[in-house]
């Protein structure tokens, strides 16, 4: 299959890149962060969004949704990178939905994805318990108790938690480091026993500390099988992958320009500083970068659409690190050629240097995603 994208996803992606450079600038990100929003994202926007398809591109059509897949996503997600659009997009409409659509029962999915394709209902993914992901590591404990469950432990970096309307709960209820014995559970936020902490994280995007005290859940809580959360959260994680890679393409792309503007404009001992060949031979390497992330992810997300992969998908890993790779390149040379006002908050590269580290942390950072793929591979 040609690793080029095709004229409808083409159009999507230039729909999605038009409407969010018009109304999500960075400006408008400025202004949520200075002024210290509570919900750290527009939800009127994020209705737009919705209207548009955005909420509901991985949700099936028997629910409101668009039922394409990971490569529509990720060009929804290149966009958002772009602009750097702080919108609940990759923790609703990717995990949440994808964990509800390919896990949930027939009342689950009537009762969430309708109102997730429609933007009025947020979801968050509360699986990490340590600084670094590791999805493996699940001490939160989830007893049997009469007709329900009781939730007991701690989760961090729960990406828009303190904005979800529903929580997917990572949680033990095997022996502990079994990886048969996790299971995942849906939880309102509001849910008794349910304690959130909001986070501002550097780049100004939103994250939660969240507290599971004696929460009682009913057994209708239950997503998928219980014991079976380890396996159904390999396949979403690595879509979510897949689609995050795309956010550090758009985040590299739009740093790469963004340089070059200013290589154009800035001047020195009277010519203008992109005609100095060390700078071109650092455009010209970076370029190539990007270009060789863009293949690797858009091919990532194809193999993951056409269902190919008995089981974890290799090249999640391959496109994962690339792309947070290529992003902090694009954004450590954005900052060096800028000189020193590109360390000031007056230029936005910053912000774009901000992101690419807490999107390359999340799910996974570079060297972690390389020890995956050499696991996988035998090594």
């Known amino acids: 299959m040609p690793i080029v994208l095709t004229d409808t996803q083409e159009m999507l992606r230039d729909s999605a ?18 002024t210290r929003d509570p919900a750290g994202f527009s939800r009127e926007l994020w209705q737009r969004c919705a209207a548009l398809g955005f909420a509901g591109v991985m949700i099936d059509e028997a629910y ?3 039922g394409l897949g990971a490569v529509e996503a990720g060009v929804i997600a290149e966009a958002i990178g772009t602009t750097l659009a702080p919108l609940p997009f990759l923790s609703t409409a990717v995990l949440g939905a994808s964990l509800v659509g390919l896990y949930g029962n027939d009342s689950q999915r009537s009762a969430l994805l309708p109102a997730v394709a429609a933007g009025r209902h947020l979801m968050a993914l509360a ?4 600084a670094r992901h590791r999805p493996e590591r699940i001490a939160t404990q989830a007893r049997r108790d009469a007709d329900g469950y009781v939730l007991d432990g701690s989760k961090v970096f729960v ?6 309307d529903t929580l997917v709960v990572a949680a033990r209820t095997g022996a502990a480091g079994a990886s048969d014995g996790i299971s995942l559970f849906l939880v309102p936020r509001d ?8 986070c501002v994280l550097a780049d100004a995007t939103n994250a939660a500390r969240i507290t599971f005290d004696a929460a009682r859940v009913p057994a209708d809580a239950l997503l998928g099988n219980a014991g079976a959360g380890a396996q159904m959260l390999e396949r979403v994680l690595d879509i979510a992958r897949a ?9 590299a792309d739009a740093s790469f320009t963004r340089t070059l503007a200013y290589l154009k404009e800035r001047r020195q001992f009277g010519k203008a500083i992109g005609e100095f060949q060390a700078l071109q031979h650092r455009a010209a390497h970076l370029f190539a970068e990007i270009e060789l992330a863009r293949a690797a992810v858009l091919r990532c ?3 993951l659409d056409e269902g190919h992969a008995d089981g974890p998908e290799p090249l999640v890993c391959v496109a994962k690190a690339k792309a947070g790779d ?18 000031t908050d007056e230029f936005d590269i910053g912000f774009f240097m901000k992101r690419a580290r807490t999107a390359q942390e999340w799910l996974g950072d570079a060297n972690w995603q390389l020890d995956r793929w050499a696991t996988l591979r035998g090594y």
Do not use: C
């Not at 990406?159 to 979800?164: C, K, M, N, Q, S």
């Not at 849910?191 to 909001?198: C, D, L, S």
């Not at 995050?244 to 985040?251: A, F, H, K, Q, R």
């Not at 290529?326 to 060096?336: C, D, F």
């Open 17 to 34: 890149m038009t409407f969010l450079q018009e109304n999500a600038p960075i400006s408008a990100l400025r202004t949520l962060r200075d």
């Open 64 to 66: 409101g949704g668009s």
């Open 127 to 130: 699986l990490d318990e340590t």
């Open 159 to 164: 990406v828009d938690g303190h904005v979800a």
């Open 191 to 198: 849910h008794a026993g349910v304690q959130v902490e909001r």
């Open 243 to 251: 689609v995050l890679s795309s956010e550090l393409l758009g985040i």
């Open 301 to 303: 997300q194809q193999r």
């Open 326 to 343: 290529t992003a902090t390149l694009a954004v450590q040379e954005g900052v060096q050629m800028h000189g020193g006002i590109g360390m």
